[in-house]
């Protein structure tokens, strides 16, 4: 059992209050239901509100600019440098700030492999994100805690505010990362999803070390063993298109690709519950209860959390171990995958429902990550925006696009590893005026994709993007299928299906370093 004195050694804190070192799920809740942090919901889950943050906040996320990095971070608008001095002085003022308060702390893992997993260890000031901490990342067994030393701390300050004046933030928000000290210091915020996605940023520095493959996907693994990715950006559909009553699920969100096979970053999933119903996502919803915490679920007087209403936004969460899903795989940890799923939400309601990728598209897709943000996800975006998130997961990329994309063209190679291109975004016209896939049609479309059925299946490939697209899908009308057939005017798809591929163009020039089989496996030029 670790000490005040040990913890206060280890990072430099002075921490003079209660400490609540790894407090079981159940104690978590009762605290933060006596500190008023949230609300009992009828289904047993805690809800908290979060206030002016709801989503993700990128544009208040640093990285220390530290010679030890400098030169393996992609520094830009995803990577802003911050000056280890003003780091520095945030720390203290952190330091300051949680002196004389309860904390919350929780020491776990981010991988469920032994070999490759990183001991970490949250400071919260408020026990709802302890509970969260507790719930998404990979528990310890009691054992495993005995020799348990942080390797990385995330420190999590909600009520602190930054002042942009004096600390040299942007706003009163701070999500700040420094690889010397091995802190992550997180204020002005209470989203908890920060806490989970800067972890998973540092794994996305961390792993490619190790020669291991960071990826923004959810996996799940079938009855023969079979291991299935799905890539994708948030809302793409990773924690809803993997959560298969068929399949069992590894994990949701992160997970990393070695020479052992793939395993989960994380232990728990972090679903968006907007218009969650028990009939299309019973998994989830069955995945809401004691131990789970929903994060801006607006609730009824009878405490029955309202899915439909998104008052307070449209990105509602809902947090739960991976063991609340039937079945789930513990530890998360897969054998080499087979297919690999792209999830794209095409707000231009032109790419195909589904396609079948060669390994060059593959690289062409992965590097381009074409799809939209979706509304709430990140502060400021209201409605799907198309952009071109590289590796389906840019915002929590800190090396260059290149060195990922490597090591998957790789593995693709190597385990050879079936491709696909999944819209679950728009058809019948672009985002205002088609509707978003019928998410049966894109279950069906992955079942395909998954028990072999399209391997012997006809393809016609689309004549602006080349992508095989199959004749036949079982349990999906063959006029879902081409996306021309499902807009009313013809021509409308041309004209936005040849705008998108300038689009792609444009967006890929700055890949200068890639082959030219794999810049022609982009859309083709206007004839
Ligand atoms: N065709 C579809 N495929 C996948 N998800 C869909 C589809 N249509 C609507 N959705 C909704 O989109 C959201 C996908 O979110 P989620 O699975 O949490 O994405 P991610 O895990 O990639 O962030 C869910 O709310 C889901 O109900
Ligand atoms: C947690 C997030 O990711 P996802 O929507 O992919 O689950 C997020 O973007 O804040
Ligand atoms: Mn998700």
């Not at 999933?269 to 069955?286: D, M, R, T, V």
Request: hydrophobic share 35%.
């Amino acid at each position: 059992m670790l000490t005040q004195t040990n913890i206060n050694q280890e990072l430099g804190l002075s921490l003079q209050g209660t400490i609540h070192h790894n407090l079981t799920t159940a104690q978590l809740v009762e605290k933060a239901l006596e500190r008023g942090e949230g609300d009992l919901t009828s289904t047993g889950a805690f809800r908290a509100t979060t206030g002016k943050y709801t989503g993700r906040s990128p544009k208040d996320k640093f990285i220390v600019d530290e010679p030890s990095i400098r030169d393996h971070i992609d520094w830009g608008n995803v990577n802003q440098p911050m000056d280890s001095k003003v780091f520095d002085s945030l720390f203290m003022k952190v330091k300051a700030y949680l002196q004389e308060k309860e904390v919350f702390i929780f020491d776990g893992f981010a991988g469920t492999d032994p070999d490759y997993r990183l001991p970490i260890r949250v400071i919260n000031e408020e026990a709802w994100h302890n509970l969260f901490a507790r719930q998404l990342f990979v528990r310890p067994s009691q054992e495993e805690l005995k020799s348990h030393r942080p390797s990385f701390t995330v420190i999590s300050v909600p009520g602190l505010q930054a002042d942009p004046e004096t600390d040299g933030t942007r706003s009163e928000t701070f999500i700040a990362v420094s690889f010397t000290h091995r802190v992550i210091l997180i204020g002005g915020t209470r989203y908890a999803g920060e806490m989970k996605k800067s972890i998973f940023s540092v794994m996305n520095y961390l792993l490619p070390e190790q020669s291991v493959m960071p990826m923004h996907c959810s996996a799940n693994k079938g009855k023969d063993g079979d291991t299935a990715l799905f890539f994708g950006l948030s809302g793409t559909g990773k924690t809803t298109l993997s959560a298969d009553p068929d399949r069992s699920l590894i994990g949701d969100d992160e997970h990393g690709w070695s020479d052992n096979g793939i395993f989960n970053i994380e232990g728990g999933c972090y679903a968006k519950c907007i218009g969650l119903s028990q009939e299309k996502e019973p998994q989830i919803w069955n995945a809401i209860r004691f131990g789970s915490v929903l994060e801006n679920v607006v609730l009824d007087s009878f405490r029955n959390p309202d899915y439909d209403d998104n008052t307070l936004t449209e990105n509602t969460r809902a947090a739960y171990p991976v063991e609340h899903i039937p079945g789930a795989e513990i530890p998360g940890i897969g054998s080499h995958p087979g297919v690999i799923i792209f999830l794209t939400a095409d707000a231009f309601g032109v790419l195909p429902p589904i396609s079948k990728l060669t390994p060059e598209q593959a690289m062409y897709h992965f590097l381009s990550g074409y799809t939209s943000k979706l509304a709430g996800t990140e502060r400021g975006v209201t409605q799907p925006e198309a952009t071109f998130s590289t590796c389906f997961g840019a915002p929590f990329l800190p090396r260059p696009a290149g060195i990922y994309a490597e090591m998957l063209g790789n593995k693709i190679a190597k385990h050879q590893a079936k491709v696909y291109l999944v819209n679950t975004g728009w058809s019948g016209g672009p985002y205002g005026v088609g509707k978003r896939m019928k998410l049966s049609y894109t279950r069906s479309m992955v079942r395909a994709a998954l028990d072999g059925s399209l391997d012997h299946a006809s393809f016609t490939p689309d004549p602006i993007f080349g992508l095989a697209i199959p004749d036949h899908c079982p349990e999906v009308p063959k006029e879902v299928l081409q996306p021309r057939n499902t807009w009313e005017d013809p021509d409308a798809y041309d004209l936005k299906a040849s705008e998108l591929a300038e689009r792609f163009r444009q967006n890929f020039w700055k890949f200068q370093d890639v082959s030219e089989s794999i810049r022609q496996a982009g859309p083709k030029e206007k004839l």
